[in-house]
């Protein structure tokens, strides 16, 4: 079992930054691959980007690619989501989960575990 914990949102300007933290607790998490998703009202959930068990290997949404730097610290076991250059689109609740490190992991049921969700609000 994997347990994870979302951070840092918030109401932030466009133009602004903002980091989220995702707090994983579990044994297995390092074997996991995280990835971050994102929902705003009315929309289905997005893939934002996820990065490698080790955390040599990202992959982002062409959306957000450029702006997001996604990162884990596996001594502290917790991922990052780097928001920066942010635009009111991307204001949206904002999700870290889990998935076993073969799968793909585009797609929400690649993944086994989910957080509960951080609101991140840009301003116009």
């Known amino acids: 079992q994997v347990q994870l914990v979302e951070s840092g949102g918030g109401l932030v300007q466009a133009g602004g930054s903002l980091r989220l933290s995702c707090a994983a607790s579990g044994r297995t998490f390092s074997t996991y691959k995280m990835g971050w998703f994102r929902q705003a009202p009315g929309k289905v959930r997005e893939f934002v980007g996820h990065?490698?068990?080790?955390?040599?290997?990202?992959y982002y949404a062409a959306s957000v690619k450029g702006r997001f730097t996604i990162s884990r610290d596996a001594a502290k076991n917790t991922g990052y989501l780097q928001m920066n250059s942010l635009k009111p689109e991307d204001t949206a609740v904002y999700y870290c989960?889990?998935?076993?490190?073969?799968?793909?992991?585009?797609?929400?049921?690649?993944?086994?575990?989910w957080g509960q969700g951080t609101q991140v609000t840009v301003s116009s």
């Open positions: 990065v490698s068990w080790s955390g040599g290997t990202t």
């Open positions: 989960a889990a998935a076993p490190w073969l799968r793909i992991g585009l797609l929400s049921d690649d993944y086994d575990f």
